[in-house]
C-alpha cells in the first residue's frame, strides 16, 4: 500500500470511528467528492485535511499520523510519536540557532 491509499484508509477509518457519515461534511464537500478522497480516487490539500479533520473533531496530524501508521502497518504510536517529537525539537533547536 503506498501513502496516497494509507492517507484515504486512515481518513475513512477516522470518520466511520467518530461516527461521522459522508454527508456530515456537507459544509465543506460532498459526499461524492469524500468517497473520492476514501477510495483514493484524489489526494486532498493541506487546506481539506485541516477542514475534513475539523468536521471529524480532531487535528490533522492526527490524519497524517495515522495513514503512516497503516502505510507501516504499525501499531506503535508512541514511537511514531516519539521520533516527530525528536525531529520537530531538533528542527526548533536549528531554526532559533540560525535566526
Do not use: C, W
Not at 466511520?16 to 484524489?42: H, M
Not at 489526494?43 to 496530524?61: F, R, S, W, Y
Amino acid at each position: 500500500m503506498n501513502i496516497k491509499e494509507s492517507l484515504a484508509l486512515a481518513l475513512k477509518r477516522a470518520r466511520i470511528a467518530k461516527k461521522i457519515t459522508q454527508e456530515d461534511f456537507s459544509d465543506i464537500s460532498s459526499r461524492t467528492y469524500v468517497s473520492t478522497l476514501e477510495r483514493g480516487l484524489y489526494t486532498p490539500t493541506v487546506e481539506k485535511v485541516d477542514a475534513l479533520a475539523k468536521v471529524i473533531g480532531i487535528h490533522p496530524l492526527t490524519i497524517l499520523s495515522l495513514a503512516y501508521l497503516i502505510n507501516e502497518e504499525a501499531t506503535d504510536a508512541s514511537a511514531l510519536l516519539n521520533v516527530i517529537n525528536s525531529e520537530l525539537n531538533e528542527l526548533i533547536f536549528l531554526i532559533d540557532r540560525g535566526q
